[in-house]
């Protein structure tokens, strides 16, 4: 159904995107009556919440209703301030997915830190998932 990603960056600070539909989430439908389907999205954002900003997760359990105002919000961390996704679709990396019929092979996460023992003050961390099912 969805599995989409934007790229942005200002210098060398990423701030993409990754946006997906994901099953089989810890629901409990005799007490909540929910889907076990959401659209999830990773993004460098603001809680809505608490004010917050770093590396957010948030869930919309209404995938019909893109729109819907009923989200939940979870703070990844607050350190985190630059996040970047690659993808691999086979033959190369690309920076952006917009492919609707298939899933990336794999996936390339670079999340980046202030880190003040470093020369300009930043860290970056990479880690390559591949997906199995793609």
Known sequence: WSFTATTYSTGSVYKDTLKFIALNQTVDWDSTGQSDEAVILYSIDTNPNTGDIGLLK?????????????????????????????????????????????????????????????????????????????
């Not at 869930?59 to 939940?72: A, F, G, Y």
């Open 58 to 134: 948030t869930v919309n359990r209404q995938i019909t209703s893109p729109d819907s105002e009923n989200l939940e919000y979870q703070m990844i961390s607050k350190d985190i301030n630059s996040l970047h996704f690659q993808y691999y679709d086979g033959s190369e990396w690309l920076d952006e997915w917009t492919s609707t019929d298939k899933l990336p092979k794999m996936i390339s996460i670079t999340i980046g830190m202030p880190d003040e023992s470093s020369p300009d003050g930043y860290k970056e961390f990479v880690s390559t998932l591949r997906l199995p099912k793609a």
